[in-house]
């Protein structure tokens, strides 16, 4: 006999908006919720599983047995099976066992709205109450002021499986020990924001959390949803924004996930050529089914909503875009207009963004689309996407390619880094020394510096001191702040123990330092968007391998001037061309012996003459120290 009782969360107006792809909070009413009926209480589970036969709700309740607990289908043709069980509570593991009406077959899924999952390689749902008394209401009124366009925006991007394990049991942090170490790293380095790679539910280690079976679920590996509460609250106490990863790109076939859910091709698209990614051998969202957009932007949602997130990165933008992604000819079919572009995913994004930013103050959503497709960054009244952000992998692969080169062939390559200023205003960009760069036989950042062990460090310092002057957001993958030696291994620690090392201690420093120059200098944030925050001084240095900028904020006296130098030859009455009388004091130079440098700095300071230069009508002679960025004010 069925033991489950007729009750429902739904109303007509409910399933109305989840047909249309408009309910953007599924989460409230899908899933399993504890509940009250009739005095009695229980949970309330409602799932959606148009082309089953029958669902059944197992559990260690029942001794996961799929005659007691049957779920009755709603007779809207909505395709939701609901149900309430008495006497079910809090902790409660259980999954679906749903026959399908297509080949009659019995699958056994998890719960694709479960808030809480067991520790993989477990595979079951948990019933959870998300009630958490959050303590940053301060935050939340003026995280705007924290996370707007024209802030310092500077993110620690963390993988917290690997980040630092515990130091004498072997195993990962909880939620709650991080919220000790990690927030006060972070505030440390001055970092805005920190960056977690997926905290999303995944079932295998090595995809770093890529591969999302609980969507609604922090995974089990750190703790449970109120201790991962608790340590967003932590990184808020301290005035730190929360990203999190966000990966509606594609999601791995697991028997007990998203695939084939009900029997039929439920989540994800069923033409392969469409809901298959050849490169992660993944499924794709059938982005142009509206149940399922509500799915994905609810998901989106929730992380803003119940876990008071700051930001979305979107993973994979790109593989979303391109109907011909990592395909061969014949392996997709154009569009109807006999493009390549994929006008579900399109339309889909923009509602994504107008849903976000029209629902939650002071958020942003950050795009990793590696190509160059238009406007990603700007708003969708005016044919854009409507991402707050973009990363800036260009500027990325050709920095990169550039300081791997030894010094004396940079004078041949100068250009691979004046290109990016050639583009760099057509998107809201964030530069990036992600994960993706440290890994698969690509070294380290610091592993690819040329040079002996001091030349090494040099251009490290270097590299940062360029990324932090450069137009644009900031992001660095956790190990590179201090110079992490060797790859990335999601295995196991970063190796701390390197920081008793001077080199270490230099670079940690000048990251530091950096990440309080950028905070503490308008003209460094004030327009990092903007033409107008940006004008080169000289660019075509070439034999010298120097180039100089000024960086501007919206008040002449916020102007900064930047002078690199990319070799290690010292340069002595080095003149560039400047826009005003005044003299120039240096305010940073990552050369300096607090950064285990040389020293070689302008102490003084230096008087700018009326001696026209580079096409300007002052000048001013500086020593250049050897691979270093110099930073100055004119007074």
Sequence with gaps: MNKVISHSLFTDFDIDLFKAGKHFRLYNKLGAHLVSVNGVQGVYFAVWAPSAYSVAVIGDFNYWNDNEHHLEVRWDSSGIWEGFIPNVTHGTTYKYKIRSNNNGASIEKADPFAFYCEHPPHTASVVWDLDHKWKDEKWMKIRQNYNELDKPYSVYEVHLGSWKRHATEDRFLTYVEFAEDLVAYVKEMGFTHVEFMPIMEYPYDPSWGYQLIGYFAPTSRFGNPQEFMYLINKFHDAEIGVILDWVPSHFPD??????????????????????????????????????????????????????????????????????????????????IYGGRENLDTISFLKEFNEAVYSTFDGV???????????????????????????????????????????????????????????????????LPLSHDEVVYGKKSIAGRMPGDEWQKFANLRLLYGYMFTHPGTKLLFMGSEFGQNREWNFEGSLDWDLLQSPYHQGVKKVVIDLNNLYKSQPALYENQFSQKGFEWINYSDHQNAVFSFIRKGNKVIEELIIVCNFTQVIREHYRIGLPRKGKLIEIFNSDATIYNGSGVSNKEKITIEGMPYNGRDYSAELVLAPLAVSVFRIS
């Design 364 to 430: 942003q959503t950050i795009a990793e689309e590696s190509t160059s497709y238009p406007m990603v960054s700007r708003p969708t009244s005016i044919g854009g996407l409507g991402f707050g952000m973009k990363w800036m992998m260009g500027w990325m692969h050709d920095t990169l390619n550039y300081f791997k080169k030894d010094t004396i062939y940079r004078k041949y390559h100068q250009n691979e880094l004046s290109f990016s200023m050639t583009y760099t205003f057509s998107e809201n960009f964030m």
């Design 254 to 335: 697991d028997a007990h996930g998203l695939g084939f859910f009900d029997g039929s091709n439920l989540f994800e698209h069923p033409d392969r050529r469409k809901g298959y990614h050849p490169d992660w051998k993944s499924l794709v969202f059938n982005y142009g089914r509206n149940e399922v957009r509500s799915f994905l932007i609810s998901n989106a949602f929730f992380w803003l909503d119940y876990y008071h997130a700051d930001g979305l990165r979107v993973d994979a933008v790109a593989s979303m875009l391109y109907l011909d992604y990592s395909r061969n000819e014949g392996e997709w079919e154009p569009n």
